[in-house]
C-alpha cells in the first residue's frame, strides 16, 4: 500500500468514526453511574459491523490485520463522545494478547468472536496498583492432568462488567500462564468498584478455578513478553484516547470563551484567559505529536525497550495534558463548569479513570527514567 | 562564489548523497574550536568560516542558484540545517544571508540585487536589524524612528535598540515611519543604510552576562538615497512580517537545549544526584520534554519539506522551545548547588562544566524575536480566533 493510498484510507476511517461519533448522546455516559451499561452490545456489534474491533486482529482471523495508528484513530473519534464501550481493553489490550497466543484452536475461537462482536474479553493482568510490571505475579496455577487449578485475586480489570469471559495471568512452576477463565466458571467471582466516570473497575477472585488444557492460551516467557507489549499498546490507544478528550474538551471551552459575556465583553477578549487558552493548545498540539511520532515507532515494532520508552513518552505526555486541559476546562467556564449539567465535568472524569489505568504520568516518567536515563548514568 | 558551485544541482542529488557531502564538508572544514559554542559567534571569529562557505558556493543555501545561493528545495535545506546542527556550527552574524538576501530577492528590485547580494557573499558588507525602538518593543508597529524624503534622499531622525552585532555591522536595515497620518502598520517603510554614513552613532549596551552583543544606534539627519527603498513606500510592515516564519523555525530548534543537557549529564554524575529521586523525577520531566519539543519540532520540518506554508500556530514552537531551554538552564544552576552560584566555569571531576552560560543564553530567549507573551497573543488571534 502506497504512502498516498494509505492517508487516504485513514480519512476514511476518520470520517466514518466521526460520523457514528454524530449519533451519540452524553446523556448515557451523564447517567452511566446508575445504569453501569458501560456496554451496550447493540451498539457493540454495530461497531463490530463497521470492523473496529477487528482493526489490530490479523486478517486470516476476520480482522483488517490494520496498524496501531489506525486503531488510534477509532479511539480518538470515539473519546471525544465518551464512548464508555471497552474498545481498548477489549480490541487492544485483550487483542494483543490473544493474537500472540501459542494455542491455536483457542486464538481463533476468541479473535473471531472479538471481531464479530459475540465474544467481549477481558484481560486480568494486574494486582497491586501503580505497577507496570507484568511478571510479578502472585495468583498462582498448580498444574494437574487435564490443565491448571488458579488461585488468586486480579484487579483492576477494565471492561469486566460485560465481559464473556477473562484471560488470566497466573505463575506455575512451568512460569506464567495465560488462561481463559469464562464468565461463571465454577470459583471465579467477580465484584466491582465504580470509577469516577461511572463505568467499573472489576476484581476477579479465582479459588480454585479449574481450567482445562484447551484453554491455556499462553505460557512462560512468550506469555509474560506478550502481556508488557498488550500493555505498552493499549497505553498507547488509551493516549488518543485521551487526546480526543482534550481536543473536545478545549474546543467547548473555547466556544464558551468566545460567548460567555462579563463586563460587557466576551471573556475570551481577556489577555489572562487568552493566554491560559494557548497554554492548554501548545499542550494538546504536544501530546498530538508526540503520539503520531510514537504510533510510527511503535508500528516499526521495535524491541520491548525501545516499545516501552516510546508508550511512555504518550503516555506521560497525553494523562498530563488531559488532566491540565479538562481541568482548567473547569475553572474557565467558572460556577457553571462545576455542575453536573455542563460536559466539561465528564470530560474531566473520564481523562482522570484513563489517566490512572495503565500507568499514569508519574509511573511511565519513573518508568522511563529507570531504562532511558539511570541504567545508562551508571550510579 | 564559484563557477563548479553554480553548476551543481544538489536537488538532483539523493538525499542520502547530499547529506555526505554536506557532513563531510562539516566535519573536515569547520573550525574544532568553535563547534558546540554556547554563545553566538562575532564577525572576527566567523569571518574565516564564511569565506570558506562562499568559496564552495555554500553560505546561502536558501538563496536561488541565480543570485550565488545554493537554490536547495525544502528538503534539501532541511538536510542542510540537521548536519549544521550536527557539526555544532555556530551562529554568525549572519543577517545578510537569512534576512536581507531573501528579502531582495523577493521585494527588491535587480538593481539592489546587483549591489548588495555579491558583497554579502564576499564578506565585505556585514548586515545588522534596526527594528525595535526605545519605545517599541512588543509594540514595534508603534515605531517612530522617521525617514522624511528630500530630493532623492529619505532623512532619518530616530533610534533602533538591541541591535545585535551592531558594532561588528557595515550595513544595517531599518524600520521607518514614512506616513504619520495612516493606521501605524501602514505608514512604514523598510530601508537599507550604509553604516559610514554621516550623522550615525552607536552606544553599546552590556547585558548581564557581561556581553556587549546590543546596541543602539542613533540616527541624527542620516541621508540614504531613495534607491534603497525596498518594495514600494509604506510597504515595510509586509515585508518584515513575510520574514519572520523561518526564523521561529529554527528558534524552536531543540539543538540549543540539548547542548545544555549535555553539561547536566557529567554534573549529575560527579554530585551523585542520580541517586536522589527528586532530582531524578526533574531530569527526567524535562528529559522528557525535550524529546517531546523534537517531535513538535520535526512536525513543521515534514511541513517544510513537503513544501508546505508555515502558518501563526508555528509561534508554539517558540513559545514551548525557550519555556523548556530556560527550566533546562535553571535546573543546571540547582542541581549545582553552590557551584551553581560561580561566575565562570567550573572543573569537577577533571571535566569543563559550564553552568551558567546556558542560564545567560537562554534568558533572552522569551524576549528577543517577539517575546513568549507576544507570541500567546499570535496563537489566541490568529489560531484560537479568540475575540479582541
Not at chain 1, 469471559?165 to 465484584?191: C, E, F, H
Not at chain 2, 562575532?42 to 562562499?54: A, G, N, Q
Amino acid at each position: 500500500m502506497s504512502h498516498a493510498d494509505l492517508s487516504e484510507h485513514r480519512m476514511m476511517l476518520a470520517n466514518s468514526v466521526a460520523d457514528f461519533a454524530r449519533g451519540v448522546d452524553l446523556k448515557r455516559v451523564r447517567r452511566l453511574s446508575e445504569s453501569k451499561a458501560e456496554c451496550d452490545r447493540k451498539l457493540w456489534s454495530q461497531m463490530a459491523e463497521l470492523g473496529w474491533l477487528g482493526v489490530l486482529v490479523p486478517e486470516d482471523y476476520g480482522g483488517m490485520g490494520l496498524k496501531l495508528a489506525d486503531m488510534a484513530i477509532v479511539a480518538q473519534g470515539l473519546a471525544r463522545v465518551l464512548l464508555p464501550e471497552p474498545l481498548t481493553a477489549a480490541a487492544v489490550l485483550a487483542a494483543r494478547v490473544i493474537s500472540d497466543g501459542s494455542n491455536e484452536a483457542l486464538k481463533s475461537k476468541l479473535l473471531e468472536g472479538l471481531v464479530s462482536g459475540d465474544m467481549l474479553p477481558a484481560l486480568a493482568w494486574q494486582e497491586a496498583a501503580g505497577t507496570l510490571d507484568t511478571g510479578n505475579v502472585s495468583a498462582q496455577a498448580t498444574p494437574f492432568e487435564g490443565g491448571f487449578r488458579v488461585n488468586g485475586t486480579k484487579k483492576f480489570v477494565i471492561g469486566a462488567s460485560h465481559a464473556d469471559g477473562y484471560i488470566v495471568s497466573a505463575d506455575s512452576a512451568r512460569g506464567m500462564q495465560l488462561l481463559w477463565v469464562p464468565k461463571n466458571t465454577a470459583g471465579a467471582t467477580i465484584g466491582f468498584d465504580m470509577l469516577a466516570d461511572g463505568r467499573q473497575a472489576g476484581t476477579l477472585n479465582l479459588k480454585d478455578v479449574t481450567v482445562s488444557k484447551d484453554n491455556v492460551l499462553n505460557s512462560g516467557a512468550a506469555a509474560t513478553n506478550s502481556v508488557a507489549c498488550a500493555l505498552d499498546h493499549a497505553a498507547a490507544i488509551a493516549s488518543a484516547e485521551l487526546t480526543g478528550i482534550m481536543g473536545r474538551s478545549l474546543e467547548i471551552t473555547l466556544d464558551y470563551l468566545k460567548t460567555r459575556v462579563q463586563f460587557g465583553k466576551a471573556i475570551g477578549s481577556f489577555q489572562a484567559l487568552q493566554h491560559r487558552a494557548v497554554d492548554l493548545y501548545i499542550q494538546q498540539e504536544l501530546s498530538g505529536a508526540v503520539l503520531n511520532d510514537v504510533l510510527t515507532v511503535l508500528d516499526e515494532e521495535p524491541d520491548a525497550k525501545t516499545r516501552s520508552a516510546a508508550a511512555s513518552r504518550a503516555k506521560a505526555r497525553c494523562t498530563d495534558a488531559a488532566l491540565l486541559i479538562t481541568r482548567q476546562s473547569i475553572q474557565m467556564h467558572g460556577a457553571i463548569g462545576f455542575t453536573e449539567d455542563c460536559d466539561v465535568g465528564l470530560y474531566v472524569k473520564r481523562a482522570m479513570t484513563l489517566a490512572a489505568w495503565l500507568g499514569n504520568g508519574t509511573a511511565h516518567r519513573r518508568r522511563y527514567a529507570k531504562t532511558e536515563i539511570l541504567e545508562g548514568a551508571a550510579v | 562564489m564559484s563557477a563548479t558551485a553554480q553548476q551543481i544541482d544538489y536537488n538532483a542529488m539523493s538525499d542520502e548523497d547530499f547529506r555526505k557531502q554536506a557532513r563531510e564538508f562539516f566535519e573536515n572544514e569547520y573550525p574544532d574550536e568553535l563547534r558546540f559554542m554556547p554563545r553566538r559567534l562575532s564577525w572576527e571569529e566567523s569571518k574565516p568560516w564564511w569565506l570558506t562557505l562562499s568559496k564552495k558556493g555554500w553560505l546561502a543555501p536558501n538563496w536561488p542558484v541565480a543570485n550565488g545561493g545554493m537554490g536547495l528545495d525544502p528538503a534539501k535545506l532541511i538536510i542542510y540545517w540537521e548536519e549544521t546542527e550536527r557539526a555544532g556550527i555556530g551562529r554568525m552574524p549572519d543577517q545578510g544571508v537569512t534576512m536581507v538576501g531573501p528579502t531582495l530577492i523577493r521585494f527588491g528590485n535587480d538593481e539592489q540585487r546587483a549591489k548588495y547580494l555579491p558583497k554579502i557573499l564576499s564578506g565585505d558588507n556585514v548586515w545588522c536589524q534596526g527594528y525595535s525602538e526605545p519605545n517599541a518593543g512588543s509594540d514595534l508597529a508603534s515605531l517612530r524612528t522617521e525617514a522624511v524624503l528630500e530630493g532623492d534622499h529619505y532623512v532619518i531622525n530616530g533610534s533602533k535598540i538591541w541591535t545585535s552585532m551592531a558594532h561588528n555591522a557595515t550595513n544595517i536595515y531599518v524600520l521607518v515611519r514614512t506616513d504619520k497620518a495612516v493606521k501605524q502598520q501602514r505608514g512604514i517603510s523598510f530601508l537599507l543604510v550604509d553604516m559610514k554614513t554621516p550623522g550615525i552613532t552607536l552606544r553599546t549596551i552590556k547585558n548581564i552576562a557581561g556581553g556587549e552583543e546590543f546596541c543602539q544606534v542613533f540616527f541624527d539627519n542620516v541621508r540614504t538615497h531613495k534607491d534603497n527603498l525596498v518594495g514600494k513606500p509604506n510597504e515595510g510592515w509586509t515585508i518584515a512580517k513575510g520574514l519572520l516564519t523561518y526564523e521561529r523555525l529554527n528558534i524552536g530548534s531543540p539543538r540549543r537545549p540539548l547542548q545544555a543537557f549535555e553539561q547536566l549529564d557529567p554534573l549529575a554524575r560527579e554530585l551523585g544526584l542520580f541517586n536522589d529521586q527528586g532530582f531524578v523525577d526533574r531530569y527526567t520531566q524535562l528529559k522528557m520534554d525535550l524529546n517531546d519539543l523534537g517531535s513538535l519540532y520535526q512536525r513543521y520540518v515534514d511541513k517544510v519539506r513537503n513544501g508546505e506554508a508555515l502558518g501563526p500556530d508555528i509561534s508554539m514552537l517558540k513559545v514551548f522551545a525557550m519555556d523548556t531551554y530556560q527550566r533546562l538552564a535553571e535546573l543546571l544552576l540547582e542541581a549545582g548547588a553552590e557551584y551553581g552560584a560561580l561566575a565562570d566555569e567550573i572543573t569537577l571531576g577533571g571535566k569543563k562544566i559550564d553552568l551558567m552560560t546556558p542560564f545567560y543564553t537562554s534568558r533572552p530567549g522569551t524576549i528577543y524575536g517577539g517575546s513568549n507573551e507576544i507570541q500567546r497573543n499570535i496563537l489566541s488571534k490568529y489560531v484560537l480566533q479568540l475575540p479582541n
